[in-house]
């Protein structure tokens, strides 16, 4: 694999949307683009809400991407305009870039791919850019549309300041730099939109961050369907509270163990400390923690903590009004899911002659620990896996961060028109807002290729 993020040479006249941006850029701008950036979104196959806890990721790049048209110039300004009019053009001096993490506009993920590039190479100043952006990945559909966005803009300001940095080093900036909008995310949506490779998924690990193709197996399709219920990260605090249960979860298993409970964030971190396995892990949670919610004074007398250390040095920005916290489903989660992503690139790895079966059953009971432990789906989404079931998926499950967004499932080739019409009838026809979405909302996809840099001939 390539470590650098491909230039290659394109023909505009056989990309008619190439060709599109072009047009729409030199309409705004009375200029040609430089070049083009183009990201693309994922779909996450297995191992939801384990990213930040240190586990592996089971992603696949999809077809739908973020693509930017730039030029370079000397205005000291950042030109930003989106293809589709709902959002707002934005301009800024490269000398005032500020990110509003209570206001998460779209412009502000464009600026976190910049800034954390800046700051990463030390660029000082940078140098102005026109960019018109244009996205085919639905927004807050769990397929990392925001992700997607940082890592394009982060691309950019490195194409446009004539630097050049590697996939993962991309990935990792680009990982880090999305927290300034205020999501503690785990990495995995940047590193697949770098490091992915077309035709393959990818398990992706972490610390160090390194990625190893899945084949995944022939007769199976897979679909994405979205429940048309949007959920942003940035605008609620359900995932930042998923990341600071885990992270509390940690600190009480680990103070359980006689461990220094003060340095120890994560659930993966905990185990690789303890050298036990995912199943012992799970013993340790049922041993040590209680099903019910623990209370802030619990938590603070367990671990000798005032609320106010508790506020300052756990807890995140938007959650400091939560006053009850379920620490031992989310554990249970964590460990269970990061087994199941074991076992789904085992099953990949030996192509037993059941293998859609088999990763159709660990798809299946992923979306339920989804459900009932970390409490991330809806009831649109459980709806939308229950006739995808029915319509013949071997395994369903949301995908992305929940609450809304997308399911992906598991279908067999022979089965895929019959299973598409009756998704199209049970679920999108039903209600007169879903049939209108249907076109971009429901959809077979493949394993597509990382970000590249596009050049015209």
């Known amino acids: 694999m390539a470590t650098i993020p491909p230039k290659i040479k394109v023909l505009l006249s056989g990309n008619e949307r190439l060709q599109k941006l072009k047009e729409a850029f030199h309409g705004k701008?009375?200029?040609?683009?430089?070049?083009?950036?183009?990201?693309?979104?994922?779909?996450?196959?297995?191992?939801e809400h384990i990213d930040y806890c240190g586990y592996a990721v089971l992603p696949m790049a999809i077809e739908q991407n973020i693509l930017a048209a730039v030029s370079v110039n000397d205005s000291k300004t950042i030109q930003l305009t989106n293809t589709d009019p709902k959002y707002k053009d934005f301009t800024v001096s490269v000398d005032g870039i500020s990110i509003d993490r209570e206001n998460p506009q779209w412009h502000y993920y464009f600026l976190c791919g910049v800034k954390g590039i800046q700051e990463h190479l030390s660029l000082s100043p940078l140098v102005g850019m026109c960019c018109v952006v244009d996205g085919t990945i639905p927004a807050s559909s769990g397929l990392s549309s925001s992700s997607a966005l940082v890592c394009c803009a982060g691309l950019v300001t490195m194409e446009a300041n004539q630097k050049s940095l590697s996939k993962v080093t991309l990935a990792e900036t680009c990982a880090k730099c999305e927290r300034y909008i205020g999501t503690e995310g785990g990495g995995m949506d940047q590193s697949i939109s770098f490091?992915?490779?077309?035709?393959?998924?990818?398990?992706i690990e972490f610390n160090p961050l390194r990625a190893t193709d899945v084949r995944l197996p022939d007769g199976a399709v897979f679909v994405i369907a979205n429940c048309c219920v949007e959920m942003n990260k940035a605008a609620s605090s359900h995932f930042?509270?998923?990341?600071?249960?885990?992270?509390?979860?940690?600190?009480?298993?680990?103070?359980?163990?006689?461990?220094?409970?003060?340095?120890?964030?994560?659930?993966?971190?905990?185990?690789k400390e303890l050298k036990v396995s995912l199943e012992q892990m799970l013993e340790l949670v049922e041993e040590v923690l209680h099903p019910e919610p623990y209370s802030r004074d619990e938590i603070c007398k367990t671990l000798g903590i005032s609320n106010e250390q508790l506020c300052e040095n756990i807890l995140s920005a938007n959650t400091q009004h939560a006053t009850n916290f379920k620490?031992?489903?989310?554990?249970?989660?964590?460990?269970?899911?990061?087994?199941?992503?074991?076992?789904f690139k085992a099953v990949c790895d030996s192509s037993?002659?059941?293998?859609?079966?088999?990763?159709?059953?660990?798809?299946?009971?992923?979306?339920?620990?989804?459900?009932?432990?970390?409490?991330?789906?809806?009831?649109?989404?459980?709806?939308?896996?229950?006739i995808c079931l029915q319509a013949g998926a071997m395994g369903s499950r949301l995908t992305g961060a929940g609450w809304g967004g997308c399911t992906v499932s598991m279908v067999p080739g022979e089965r895929i028109d019959s299973f598409l019409q009756t998704v199209r009838e049970s679920y999108y026809a039903t209600d007169a807002r879903r049939s209108a979405l249907e076109k971009q909302s429901l959809f077979v996809t493949r394993p597509g290729g990382g970000a590249a840099i596009f050049i015209e001939e």
């Open 29 to 47: 701008y009375g200029q040609m683009p430089l070049f083009y950036a183009y990201a693309p979104g994922r779909v996450n196959l297995i191992g």
């Open 195 to 203: 490091l992915a490779e077309e035709g393959t998924a990818k398990l």
């Open 327 to 343: 620490l031992y489903q989310r554990a249970k989660h964590v460990y269970g899911e990061a087994a199941r992503v074991l076992q």
């Open 240 to 271: 930042n509270m998923r990341v600071v249960e885990c992270r509390i979860a940690t600190k009480l298993l680990a103070k359980a163990r006689g461990l220094d409970w003060s340095r120890l964030l994560k659930l993966g971190d905990l185990q």
């Open 352 to 386: 037993p002659a059941n293998a859609v079966a088999q990763l159709g059953d660990l798809m299946n009971r992923s979306h339920a620990s989804c459900r009932d432990l970390y409490e991330c789906s809806c009831p649109e989404l459980d709806q939308l896996v229950d």
